[in-house]
Structure formats: C-alpha cells, structure tokens
C-alpha cells in the first residue's frame, strides 16, 4: 500500500498541466467550436487514450486517463464532444465490430467528425431495458426500424446511433434483441428535444418510422444484442474518478467562502456550529469517495476490472452527489436557486454538457439525474445484492415466455 | 499509486483471522464477558508469540517493525471477532503513546515488556466533562518531594484494572504533561464502569495525591500537547479499524442469515426491502475500509493531510459502523435482539467505540477547523 503517486505519474500531470495552461480556449461558443477544442485534444494525445492504439488510441494506462481528466477538472477546462462515441460506441465496435465497421467508424469517432448517440431506453423499457420494443424488421439486405426511443443523450446533434432493437418477440425477452449502427440523418428518423427539469435539454427522444439499417451494420450476431449492450454498459472505466471529485472539492471550496460571506443574526454562518457539523460531515463523504476512486483506480491500474463493484462505487457517488447538492442549496438560500442576475461572489461557473454556463441551481437539478440514469441507485442495490453478496433473486414474471 | 494490501499484509490478516476464529469464538467471548479479569493469558501470551503485542514497535524494542496499516489489519480482526482483553489499551494508547512521546529509557523499560506480554499498558484520556481535547484536562501535577503528586479523576480508562502502567495526562505549572502511573500506587482507586459491552473493560481512575518520580514524565513537562494529538489521531484510526471489523461481522451474518431465513414462503434475500438494505451496508462497509486504511498509511507515511484524514476516518466510520450493526439487528429481526445470538456483541463494540477518541461530531468540527486554519494562513 502506498498512496503516493509515482514519479512518472507526477512527471505526466505535469505535463498535462503545462499543455492545458498553454492550449485551453477561454470560452466555448458553439459546437464548432467545442468540435475543434475536442480535435486538439484529440491530437495532443489526451482523448481516447484508453483505445488500443491500431485503432487511432494511446493504449494509456487508466492512471494517465484519470490524470488528464483530473486537470482538466482542476484547470475548469471545456468537455471535449462525442463522449458516448468515445467513451461506449467505440469500445463496443473495438470488441464487437468486423474490420469493415473498424475502417469505417473508430477514426471519425475520435475526431468528432461524426458524432455519436446511443439509443437504448424506450418509455416502456427504462430500468427494464431488455422490455424494449422498437422492432427491426429482416428485409433481405436491410433492416427496418420502427419504434421510439427516450433520454437520447446528444441525439440532437448525432450522426449515428447505437441501436437496440428487438428482432425476435417470440423468444424470451433478453434474447430477441440485435445491436445495429443506424444512421439519423434519414428520412425515417426524427429526433425532438426533449426539455428536462433543468430547462435545457441534454437528452432527446427518437421516433424511427420504417428507419433503414443496412444488414453491414448489424454488430455481433441477430439476438445477440443483449450481451452486447451489458458489456458496453459495463465498459465505463475509471476515467472520471479522480475528475469527479476535484470537481466537488472546488464547489466545496466556494461554499465554504460563501458561508464566510452569507450571515445569521449578525455573525457569519461559518460560525455556526449546526452548519459546520454538515460542512464536515460532507468533507468527509467527499474524501471517502476520493480513497473509493483511488481503490478503483489500483484495481485497473493492475488489469483487474470492477465488475459489479462499479455498482458500489456508481450507488456511492451520485447519492453522495445528491446529499451534497442538498447542502450547497441550503447554505446558499435562493442564492443557490439562481439562473439568472447571479452575483459575481455565489456563481458557479462550469461547463454544462449543452455549452451553458452552469450556476448552483443547475447543478442541484442535475444531481437528481445521476441516481436515475446508467442504472437506479436501486438498480444498483439489485446487483450488489444479487452479483456480490450473492442473495437470492426475486421470482420474475418476465424471465419467461415472449414479449408478444 | 497502490491502494491495496501487499503479500505480506495478506499473509498477516489471514493469519489473525485464522487464529482468532479458531481461539477467540464467540463462546471466548462469553465467558470472558462472566469472567472478573475479562481476558485470557493463554490467548494473551499466544499474541505475545504470534509478534501482534509488538507489532508496531521497533526491533529492537521486541517489535516487529511495522506500521498502522499493519496494526489496523490486526485490529479489523479484533473487531471482527469482538475480542475480550487489553490488547488496544496495551498496544495502541499505552505502546503507542510511549512509542511517541517517550524517552529511550521510558521506552527501553516498557515497549519490550508489551511486546512480549508481560506488561500491560494503558491510557487514561477522558475525564469527567468527556472533553477530547487535551488542553481541558484538569487534572493536577504539582512538584514534590523528588518527582509530582497527581491528583484528579480520569473515567474510561481502558483496562486499567489489568494495566501496569498508565499514561496519565495532568496540568502541570509547565503546562499540560504526561506521567506514566501505576494504576496500584498508593492514592490510585481503580473502580469498574460497567458497559454495554461486557467483552471491553473500562475503569474509573481516581488519583489522591499520587506521588510519581521525576523520571516518570513522558517528555518534557509541559509538553504533551503534541503527543496526545498524535496519540489521539492513532488511536481514533485503531478504534475505526476495531468498528470497521465489527461491522463486517454484521454484514457477514446477515447476508448468511437472509439466504436462509423464510417468511411468506420466500428466502427473505429475496425481497427488495431486505437486499438494498444489505447493500447499502456493504457500500457503508466499503466505504469504512477505505477511510479506515487511507488514514492508517497517511499517518505511517506521514502525509500532510494525516491528521485531516484521520478526522475524516472516525467521522465516517463512527456512523457508518452504527447503521451496519443496527441495520444487521433489523434484518435479523427478533433473533437479533436476543442474548444467545452472537449479534449484539459486534453491536455492542463498534458502539462501545463510537463515542470514544472523539465521536463523529468532534472529528467533524476537528475538519472545518483544520479548514478554516488552513485557509487563513
């Protein structure tokens, strides 16, 4: 056990440091512009690291991954674009795909030239994502698409989709669905924004009516989609740990000057003994998930992949993230409620996924997101109990017959 | 970056636990619970010959040589098997403490001796107002004859009534000191406070005009402030290891339990009630070796942020370790909360742990000042 980080680690965040002082945009005003900051990162070496380098990656350690993004987070440099190209279609065509679909794909995956979505939940197949139904239907050399989909990160401004797609309803329900790269810039597909409770709109829903998907680009095997979709799922490594909690450890820094600033009866409410038992209690949450992210980090740092255990690590952060959000708003008042005419002393200047900046009331909002999306907190609790302390399953109505 | 135990750190846990499942069983427990002294010295001098009474001290001095991390996986065990005796009285606040803050001779005299068993040590930090801060003590040292005569009561003293030796902190006219005293010296009464858990002996300490000689200050007079912090420090991180394994406990039984357990006809794990419960505790459980073995190699390694991080480690823990035992009792349902079930021991020692070396509130205060202070340099 030795928690300092070696040499060479500190030598390349450093370096990381060194580049970002010298090539970091000010602001970023639009998608172009976010493209173009995404391609320089890109050609600097710091975007799709982990991807083997055949395919246009660095084969980066997962260390030197979550140093950039810590630095980036540090630096409150701009996201790059196309995360979940990056981040899972990517990965996914890497492991899955044929060669054709490697030529074709991976490189303008991490240039951002084509931009990416990934079209999973539908209304009816949130949590129960296998009850999907949007149909592909076998047309010779093509597939037919028709369904919809929901919370579509990106969807507005994707190339190309991920799809799932039931091609088989009278087999169990986990077995008749296929994985498809499908193209949204067609007639069959319209995308419309769908506004969250934050007032912008990151996600999208997708209505696909007789949507074409050429037979080429169908990815694993018909009704394999399933095993697809639960590696992609779990393919999410620890590239964010460490960015993660910069991030909150600087918005605790603001809400600590701003409680220097912010008064009951007179004295300042730092003073305040009920405010700073949940000041501290929250800085110790906030560290314990940093020792989390640094146990997660030594596990991929030696081959080992967490399996269900990023389910502990998933459950542990957004709710922490919650609880947090909770405190910044209660310290804050309607300071914290603000998305507009914010006072220079209590804004919250960060970079939203959508190119806004970002305020307190915005990021309370979004934490409820977090125990929602990529898996429920209860979600999470189901697979903890079931894949880790091995307890017995529930009886299931849906582990049999079709979905017809 | 490596945060993970090595071969060695391995080997030695497996070998504690081996050990202490086959001679520290619940049983162990219970009858050194019924028994006066409250500890075994068969157990005791096997301790002495596995190396784990000398654990952290040096070679020379009997030890082993190693650090927190090491004392805090034997700890965890202790914990786990909620075992009866003075082993973290004698090796963490009375090892530890001389380790500190004392002199060759102090420690030439003493750290061999709890090493290889034949003394046992203790600390007597706590005095009626339970103030864990050092600079409340109000117990007195005043010169005379060739040393001091102290006079005050300590409460809680871990063990004293088995103890040779017991660091006690006293107001001196050089400021706050620490003297090693012999709990049998005359002027010291030793009274039982009897808690909840029985496997973990505490003793009211009063001292009437105890005379102790000059060479039994630890340090020089008036300068103890330093080293009951850091005595402090270890001693919250230990206490955390000790709750961090009682909590294991707990989440282990339960998980066995609800794989077995039928109502409506159902295993109990089955239900959604029951299995997040279960997950959460082990997220809590997780959570707490982190924060526990964090801190343990921070304060070896002496990282800048030691003490910091050992705030943070009894504050989560201090909690953390009270919604898993009691979370384990509810699962259990009315079994948990019987006598003959070994449950409430586990319960009973990460509780009889959670308010001392500071609670939860103390550290959490102790962080937002470290805060303060640091940003107003």
Redesign the interface.
């Known amino acids: ?6 040499a060479e ?1 500190v030598a390349f965040r450093k370096q990381v440091r060194t580049w970002l002082e010298q090539n970091m945009p000010r602001h970023i005003r639009n998608l172009d512009e976010r493209k173009a900051w995404h391609r320089r990162l890109y050609e600097a070496g710091y975007l799709g690291m982990g991807w083997p380098k055949e395919y246009g990656g660095q084969g980066a350690r997962p ?1 030197e991954q979550a140093i950039v993004a810590d630095e980036m987070a540090r630096a409150g440099a701009p996201a790059p674009t196309n995360s979940l190209g990056v981040g899972i279609v990517g990965p996914t065509i890497v492991v899955h795909g044929t060669d054709a679909q490697k030529r074709r794909y991976l490189r303008k995956i991490l240039t951002a030239e084509e931009m990416w979505c990934q079209l999973y939940s539908e209304p009816n197949a949130g949590s129960d994502l296998a009850a999907l139904r949007t149909g592909a239907e076998d047309r010779g050399d093509h597939f037919l698409v028709n369904g919809q989909k929901i919370w579509t990160s990106g969807g507005a401004v994707a190339d190309w989709g991920l799809l799932l797609a039931r091609t088989d309803p009278a087999v169990p329900k986990h077995k008749g669905i296929t994985c498809f790269l499908m193209n949204m810039r067609q007639p069959g597909v319209e995308v419309r924004p769908l506004k969250q409770i934050t007032g912008s709109s990151e996600f999208c829903e997708v209505f696909m009516t007789n949507a074409r998907v050429e037979k080429e680009n169908m990815i694993g095997r018909l009704g394999e989609g399933w095993g697809i979709a639960q590696t992609t799922l779990g393919y999410e490594r620890g590239g964010r740990a460490l960015a993660r909690i910069t991030t909150y450890a600087s918005q605790y820094k603001m809400l ?1 000057d701003a409680a220097r600033r912010l008064k009951r009866n007179g004295r300042p409410i ?1 003073d305040d ?1 009920v405010v ?2 949940k ?3 929250i ?3 906030l ?2 998930e940093r ?2 992210a ?2 997660t ?3 991929l ?2 081959g080992e992949h967490p399996g269900a255990g990023g389910s ?1 690590t998933k ?2 952060y957004s709710e922490f993230e919650k609880r947090f959000m909770e405190l910044a708003e209660e310290i804050l008042g309607p300071y914290g409620q603000l998305t507009d005419g914010v006072p220079a002393e209590f804004r919250l200047e960060v970079d939203t996924a959508v190119g806004d900046h970002g305020t307190w009331a915005y990021a309370f909002l979004w934490s409820r997101a977090g125990t929602i999306y990529a898996g429920s907190s ?1 979600i ?3 697979v ?3 894949r ?8 299931r109505a849906d582990r049999v017959g079709g979905t017809r | ?6 071969e060695d ?1 391995v080997l030695l846990r497996n070998s504690v636990r081996a050990a202490l499942d086959e001679q520290c069983t619940p049983a162990h427990v219970r009858a050194m619970m019924e028994d006066p002294k409250g500890y075994s010295d068969a157990l005791w001098g096997e301790m002495a010959k596995l190396g784990w009474l000398g654990l952290p001290f040096a070679e020379e001095q009997g030890g082993a040589g190693l650090g927190l ?1 090491e004392l805090a996986l034997v700890l965890e065990e202790m914990g786990r098997a909620a075992y009866p005796g003075p082993y973290f009285a004698s090796v963490v606040l009375g090892g530890l403490g001389l380790q500190l803050g004392g002199s060759a001779a102090q420690k030439e005299k003493w750290l061999p001796a709890i090493a290889s068993g034949q003394a046992r040590a203790s600390a007597a930090l706590l005095e009626d107002a339970l103030d864990w801060n050092p600079a409340a003590t109000t117990t007195s040292a005043t010169k005379g004859g060739d040393g001091w005569r102290l006079s005050g009561v300590k409460r809680f003293v871990p063990w004293a009534h088995v103890a040779d030796v017991v660091l006690v902190p006293a107001r001196a006219p050089e400021g706050l000191s620490l003297f090693l005293v012999d709990p049998r010296a005359p002027g010291v009464t030793v009274t039982p406070m009897v808690g909840i858990d029985l496997a973990n002996r505490w003793s009211e300490m009063r001292l009437a005009d105890v005379a102790v000689p000059a060479e039994a200050v630890v340090g020089r007079p008036g300068g103890a402030s330093v080293v009951l912090e850091g005595l402090l420090r270890r001693a919250a991180v230990g206490a955390s290891a000790e709750m961090l394994g009682a909590a294991r406990r707990c989440l282990d039984m339960s ?1 066995s339990y ?2 077995v357990r039928e109502q409506f006809g ?2 109990i ?4 009630a ?3 419960r ?3 505790m ?2 809590e459980v ?2 707490s070796h ?2 526990v ?2 801190a343990a ?2 304060l070896t ?1 002496g ?1 800048g942020d030691a003490p ?2 050992a ?2 480690c009894k ?2 823990v201090s909690e953390s370790a009270r919604k898993v035992c009691g979370d384990a009792i509810q699962v259990h349902g009315g079994i948990g909360f019987t006598w003959e079930y070994d449950l409430h021991l586990y319960f009973k020692r990460a509780k009889a742990l959670e308010p001392l070396y500071g609670d ?2 103390h ?6 000042r470290g ?2 202070l640091h ?1 107003d340099k």
């Open positions: 056990m030795d928690l300092n980080y070696t680690d260390m600590m730092l003994a700073r038992q000041l501290g209690r800085w110790a949450d560290e314990v020792y989390g640094l146990r980090l030594t596990m740092e030696r502990l459950l542990s209860e999470q609790k189901n903890i109990g079931e880790i302390l091995g307890l017995p399953k529930e009886s | 970056m490596n945060f993970s135990f090595s750190q991390v998980v609800v794989k159902q295993l794990g089955s239900f959604q029951i299995r997040h279960c997950a959460e082990l997220m997780e959570n982190s924060a073995y964090y190699w921070a390694a990282a910091m991080a705030s943070i504050a989560y939860a509130s550290h959490r205060e102790q962080i937002v805060q303060v940003s």
